[in-house]
């Protein structure tokens, strides 16, 4: 699916998210602190770009059991070309660039699945589940990704602030890791983890995700069909 993220349009097969890779984030889902990068994946129908809503489906809204949907905002990594089996040493020659991401997930359903054993996928992967933008920052324009403020305001209220360098997994070794199990292409996107703070978000809710040196999407929450 190709998708136009501010000037530049790009044909992800898949989004990589990670999970707990933040520590005080772990620590406010008591989860334990992983020993390799936990991930999951997301499908290309979630992504919208910067202004588009998030959609909250009726199905989640009307039933008391699935009714609390979340933000996690993310620093996501664009995929530059094919990486498989890579070195961690080599993880940011295939980086084409850095966006803002939001894992938008739906938390009751997410911990009742996984209390049956069943996997997150359901609750990680409605449509619009997945903003990102303004724009993919070109990796070299970065100097140095694990030291960015990363913020998530709703109707103007900061509920999430951190900065990237309290990432547990640091990118070269996430897409190191990745690499081993899954073929990245060109396109991809990896999300890095969202740090603590995490909490619902209601139709008619604004949302906005920063992350600094990248820059900040807006999405207003509406109650779908
Ligand atoms: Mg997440």
Redesign the pocket.
């Known amino acids: 699916m190709t998708i136009k993220i501010g000037n530049k349009s790009i044909d992800p097969t898949k989004i990589i ?1 990670l ?1 707990r890779n933040y520590i005080d984030h772990a620590k406010e889902m008591e989860a334990q602190i992983p020993k390799s990068p936990v991930f999951f994946v997301k499908t290309v129908n979630t992504l919208v770009t910067n202004g588009n809503p998030i959609i909250y489906p009726k199905l989640l809204y009307n039933d008391e059991n699935y009714n609390r949907v979340d933000h ?1 905002v ?1 620093l996501a990594c664009v995929i530059s070309k094919t990486c498989k089996n890579i070195q961690a040493e080599q993880g940011y020659e295939f980086v084409e660039g850095y966006s803002v991401f939001l ?1 938008i997930t739906a938390r009751k359903m997410q911990i009742s699945d996984r209390n049956i054993n069943l996997p997150w996928y359901r609750s990680k992967n409605f449509d619009s589940f997945g903003p990102i933008g303004p724009k993919i920052v070109p990796f070299d324009a970065i100097i140095d990704p694990h030291n960015l403020n990363i913020q998530l305001k709703i109707n103007g209220e900061t509920r999430q602030q951190s900065n990237t360098k309290h990432m547990i997994f640091k990118i070269p070794d996430i897409l190191a890791y990745l690499s081993k199990f899954i073929t990245l292409v060109s396109g991809d996107i990896v ?1 890095t ?2 740090p603590s703070g995490v909490g619902p978000i209601q139709p008619g809710d604004t949302i906005e995700a920063s992350i600094t040196q990248i820059g900040t999407i807006t999405h207003k929450v509406i109650l779908g069909e």
Request: overall charge negative; hydrophobic content about 10%.
């Open positions: 998210c999970g996690e993310e894992d999300a983890g969202t």
